[in-house]
């Protein structure tokens, strides 16, 4: 039932900026547990972002996106967002969101709902 739809991604040049959205659709409980993933050509899924809101909430970010990219979420629009700023070529990958806690912490945590991706592409 739960639905997850990424979209903002595009091509731009190298130093740009874009904002990922994660939308969600149909009824849900709220989630504590929400993430940002990437995949580029020939390489494996890499855990970019992490939004965990129990407690006094914490993020995680993967040490190639520290500094430029921040995770956010907008609870009144059911909607996870990635601001990516700087960009670089090696930042070129389809972009996948997640939520909902199914275990483990930090980026290597495990999600219950998963989109369909959205590519970036970041030409020199």
Known sequence: QVRL??????SVQ??????LSCAASGYTY??????WFRQA?????EGVARLYTGGGGS???ADSVKGRFTISQDNAKNTLY????????????????AAGC???????????YW??????????
């Not at 190298?14 to 904002?19: Q, V």
């Not at 050509?41 to 899924?45: A, E, S, V």
Request: hydrophobic share 20%.
């Open 5 to 10: 739809v990424e979209s903002g991604g595009g």
């Open 14 to 19: 190298a130093g740009g900026s874009l904002r």
């Open 30 to 35: 709220s989630s504590s547990c929400m993430g």
């Open 41 to 45: 050509p020939g390489k494996g899924r």
């Open 59 to 61: 993020t995680y970010y």
């Open 82 to 97: 990635l601001q990516m700023n700087s960009l670089n070529p090696e930042d070129t990958a389809m972009y996948y969101c």
């Open 102 to 112: 199914a275990g483990g912490y930090g980026l290597d945590a495990e999600y219950n």
């Open 115 to 124: 989109g369909q991706g959205t590519q970036v592409t970041v030409s020199s």
